[in-house]
Nanobody, 125 residues
Framework: QVQLVESGGGSVQAGGSLRLSCVAS????????MSWFRQDPGKERVGVAATDRGGSNTYYADPVKGRFTISQNNAKNTNTVYLQMNSLKPEDTAMYYC????????????????WGQGTQVVVSS
């Protein structure tokens, strides 16, 4: 059974930084994409960044380009994906979710088999 466990959320002031981590584990686990999404209460979950298997390609939503960096560290049966968030803005406040294994559509669509429980990010002005 694949499990995704996120960590690293918290509260920071505008201009600050946070680093989110997501550990994906499970027997025989491998993924085509690992991604980060965020969601505000009452709104749809939106893609923030994604990386393909091996990390050769990365993708970012326009609002975070130049500020966020996604990276990964792959080991036997465990994949860890990071989201380094710099120059944070109040509008970055949201619940952030890790997702793995896209089953259809583009990376920024919430069509993934596996999801983490979420980690809260709050950016104050």
């Amino acid at each position: 059974q694949v499990q995704l466990v996120e960590s690293g959320g918290g509260s920071v002031q505008a201009g600050g930084s946070l680093r989110l981590s997501c550990v994906a584990s499970g027997y025989g686990y491998s993924s085509n994409y690992m991604s980060w999404f965020r969601q505000d209460p009452g709104k749809e979950r939106v893609g923030v960044a994604a990386t393909d298997r091996g990390g050769s390609n990365t993708y970012y939503a326009d609002p975070v380009k130049g500020r966020f960096t996604i990276s990964q560290n792959n080991a036997k049966n465990t994949n860890t994906v990071y989201l380094q968030m710099n120059s944070l803005k109040p509008e970055d406040t949201a619940m952030y979710y890790c997702a793995a294994t896209l089953y259809g559509g583009a990376w920024y669509e919430p069509k993934y088999f596996y999801w983490g429980q979420g980690t809260q990010v709050v950016v104050s002005s």
